[in-house]
């Protein structure tokens, strides 16, 4: 449960400052949640992971996330498993519903299409929050955009943002719609990190 109010806070010894963007849902920026090392490590790890994952061969898929991804196991490096702790203990949620890291690289020109994280499927254990990391500042473009609610959040260095979409109201959790804008020059880096309503992981 997301329960600050704004200002500084620190979690598990982490001086961090935090604006919230949207009381109801919930839009909420963390800053200095990582430090450059670890923006810089989980990119270095990443890369390997993206030359080897395919491409989309579903043109749909494909034109509504021209980034490439991929999920990092906890397993590659201690980096991943000490910042999805780090995140999840600023969520307030056991990392044990997280899912695995996710990675996406974006080029000039790419983008991601306004969408919802939250699948659409009833009865499934479906994602409640995310936590989107910037792992690099963009020359230009690659803000999160989330239409309904009017907020843009420049991509910045070891920024956090983070969202809910669990209230009873499904129009709130609509609310949470959004889009990573195209990157307009250099490149963007970003790691998600979504947790679902039950366990997850074992
Ligand atoms: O890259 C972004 O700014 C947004 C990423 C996103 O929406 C996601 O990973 O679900
Ligand atoms: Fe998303």
New binding site residues.
């Given amino acids: 449960m997301f329960s600050y109010s704004g200002g500084s806070l620190e979690v598990n010894g982490r001086q961090m400052n935090l604006k919230r963007l949207s009381e109801e849902p919930v839009v909420a920026v963390f800053e200095n949640v990582l430090d450059d090392e670890e923006c810089n490590a989980i990119i270095e790890l990443s890369r390997g992971e993206l030359k080897r994952s395919k491409v989309g061969t579903d043109k749909q898929e494909h034109a509504m996330r021209t980034s490439r991804g991929a999920f990092l196991d906890d397993h590659h490096s201690h980096v991943i498993s000490e910042v999805e702790n780090r995140l999840c203990a600023i969520m307030g949620m056991p990392l044990s519903h997280a899912e695995n890291l ?1 990675i ?1 690289h974006y080029r000039p020109g790419e983008e ?1 299409k306004a969408h919802m ?1 939250s699948f659409t499927k009833p009865d499934v254990n479906n994602r409640i929050a ?1 936590m ?1 990391v910037y792992l690099n500042n963009v020359e230009e473009g690659g803000e ?1 955009l989330f239409p309904k609610l009017g907020i843009s959040i420049p991509p910045k260095r070891g920024t956090a943002l983070y969202f809910e979409y669990f209230y009873n109201d499904p129009k709130i959790n609509a609310l949470t719609l ?1 889009a ?1 804008s195209p990157v307009i020059s250099g490149e963007k880096w ?1 790691s ?1 990190l979504w947790v679902r309503r039950q366990k997850f992981r074992t």
């Fill in positions: 996710h996406l991601y994280d995310t989107v999160t959004h990573g970003a998600t």
